[in-house]
């Protein structure tokens, strides 16, 4: 497998490396291979082995409450680096986010000593993980935007829009119990809002799939970001 050519086209300081760093990337890296639904990293581990790149597949990265919630914060698709993943080449940061596999998944694994080395003597290895933490940042606050200021029913919309433009379908494979998780509440009020939506038209229920009948009406919902669109 010819990683050189992988991490140059996906490791934004690679060009920046003397080539013995290159070389110590490569030779300090691992190929893992995941079923979907695998979990990569537990929140709760706090050790980090190091930085993730989703070679082929798709992940989602979540946070996890004492009770057991679910929040997802975003998804990792191919060729793109957990943006999360940098925040272990400091130590005194905590990794406390998970992930998981949504598809099979190829993911490479840089191990964090070879990327801390390089974090101490290297600008843009440096400059690539503040701009990382940068990323993060956006990330959270967006989220606790999206909670504070969204209805549950918003954002329900709002997740079936984007898992449609996945698909590449209107026919969703999705559980209710996936689709709390990601939208931050319990699968009870997920089936009752799915319950409305097809009660007016809108979506359409059969067991592990939502299909999508009214896509405009959903965008409608999803855009009234400050009303109570679904009751």
Same mark, same amino acid.
Do not use: C, E, M, W
């Given at each position: 497998r010819d990683l050189t050519a992988f991490y140059r086209s996906n490791l934004p300081f690679w060009e920046y490396l003397a080539e013995s760093d290159q070389e110590s990337i490569v030779d300090n890296t691992k190929i893992l291979f995941f079923r979907a639904g695998a979990i990569i990293h537990n929140g709760a581990d706090k050790e980090c082995p190091g930085v993730y790149v989703v070679k082929k597949g798709r992940t989602r990265v979540y946070i996890s409450s004492p009770d057991g919630r679910e929040l997802t914060i975003h998804h990792v698709l191919d060729n793109e $680096?957990?943006?999360f993943g940098f925040d272990c080449v400091l130590d005194r940061i905590i990794y406390s986010v998970s992930m998981e596999t949504e598809t099979d998944c190829e993911i490479v694994l840089i191990s964090k000593y070879v990327?801390?080395?390089?974090?101490?003597?290297?600008?843009?290895?440096?400059? *690539? =993980?503040?701009? *990382?933490?940068? =990323?993060?940042?956006?990330l959270i606050l967006n989220l606790l935007e999206t $909670?504070?200021? *969204? !209805? =549950?029913?918003?954002?329900?919309?709002?997740?079936?829009?984007?898992?449609?433009?996945?698909?590449? !379908?209107? =026919?969703?494979?999705?559980?209710?119990?996936?689709?709390?998780a990601e939208i931050g509440t319990v699968r009870e009020v997920v089936t009752r809002l799915l319950a409305h939506l097809q009660t007016e038209g809108v979506v359409a229920l059969s067991r592990g799939s939502i299909t999508i009948n009214d896509l405009q009406k959903l965008t409608k919902i999803g855009q009234d970001r400050f009303g109570v669109v679904i009751k």
């Open positions: $680096i957990h943006a990327l801390q080395r390089l974090y101490d003597t290297n600008a843009a290895v440096k400059n *690539s =993980v503040t701009q *990382s933490l940068a =990323v993060r940042l956006h $909670i504070a200021f *969204s !209805s =549950v029913g918003n954002r329900l919309a709002n997740l079936l829009i984007a898992q449609r433009k996945l698909a590449d !379908s209107p =026919v969703i494979k999705i559980t209710h119990t996936k689709i709390a």
